[in-house]
């Protein structure tokens, strides 16, 4: 079974910093993609940041400048660092995997969400 599990959400003032990290339980290769999305009550849930496999990052406009996107081959891992956070970056944070299924399907993964808070 693979997951996805993220961690490092929590409660901070506006202008602080936060790093979330989301572990995955297969090696994370298997994956064509990975990345950040972040979702708020009553809107659709919105890209972040995405690593794909060669390394080709994106960034939301919102975010570049302040967050980075990072991944950690031996630790199976993907991280976002989030810089100097603003109350409008108050959102629950998933994390995403796409993986190559049965013939051209890709399958879509979801970790369970950490939520993020920046308020003061």
């Known amino acids: 079974q693979i997951q996805l599990v993220e961690s490092g959400g929590g409660l901070v003032q506006p202008g602080g910093s936060l790093r979330l990290s989301c572990a995955s339980s297969?090696?994370?290769?298997?994956?064509?993609?990975m990345g950040w999305y972040r979702q708020t009550p009553g809107r659709d849930r919105a890209l972040v940041a995405s690593i794909d496999l060669d390394g080709t990052i994106n960034y939301a406009d919102v975010v570049k400048g302040r967050f980075i996107i990072s991944r950690d081959n031996s630790k199976n891992a993907i991280y976002l660092q989030m810089n100097n956070l603003k109350p409008e970056d108050t959102a629950v944070y998933y994390c995403?995997?796409?993986?190559?299924?049965?013939?051209?399907?890709?399958?879509?993964?979801w970790g369970q969400g950490t939520q993020v808070t920046a308020s003061a």
């Open positions: 297969i090696n994370i290769f298997r994956f064509s993609l």
């Open positions: 995403k995997a796409l993986a190559r299924g049965k013939g051209w399907a890709t399958d879509i993964y």
